[in-house]
């Protein structure tokens, strides 16, 4: 992991032990976009999470990640652009009960302003989990956004799947 990624989820780490169960992301790959000669070239990374409190749901995203010097020293301000997918694993669990518009996962995108969130929330009529990530900034946010949504099925022989609406309010 990178010195960016990891020295903001460092002086969160206080913050993260004592809030709302968030997932930890895994690398899978890193492919780059834009060749540097002398500092890290730019990069797109892709990170998979699993939901905390849904058990049976995974999720990747694709994130921009800045080479050049400020990349190097871990104080670009990263782009807000992020794809994400989710889909069902195995048999769907719920763990505790939940919002509409929880935070499965949170990261920083720059030093101080900027944050990447992951949220759950529930379409009760078609029993479909649905997620979405977006960035936002202290004082303004950006439209940049990309959602997946996971209907709930039956996974073998675990019988009927729960209803979304009995866990997530």
């Not at 929880?102 to 101080?112: A, H, I, K, W, Y």
């Not at 979405?132 to 039956?154: A, R």
Request: proline fraction near 7%; charge should be positive; charged fraction near 25%.
């Amino acid at each position: 992991m990178s010195l960016s990624r990891r020295l903001p989820a460092m002086l969160l780490l206080g913050l993260a032990c004592a809030g709302p169960a968030m997932a930890q992301e895994d690398l899978i790959f890193r492919k780059s976009t834009v060749w540097k000669m002398l500092t890290p070239n730019d990069k797109l990374a892709v990170y998979g999470v699993d939901d905390p409190i849904v058990e049976g749901v995974a999720c990747h995203y694709t994130v921009p990640e800045k080479g050049g010097v400020s990349g190097m020293f871990g104080v670009a301000e990263e782009v807000s652009e992020v794809s994400l997918a989710c889909r069902q694993v195995g048999p769907i669990k719920f763990k505790e009960k939940a919002e509409q518009g929880d935070v499965v996962f949170r990261e920083r995108r720059s030093l101080v302003w900027k944050k990447m969130q992951i949220v759950r929330g529930c379409d009760a009529k078609r029993n479909v989990l649905v997620y979405l990530v977006y960035t936002d900034k202290l004082i303004d946010g950006s439209p940049q956004n990309s959602t997946s949504t996971v209907p709930i099925m039956p996974w073998g022989n675990s019988g009927e799947p729960p209803k979304c609406s009995d866990w997530i309010r």
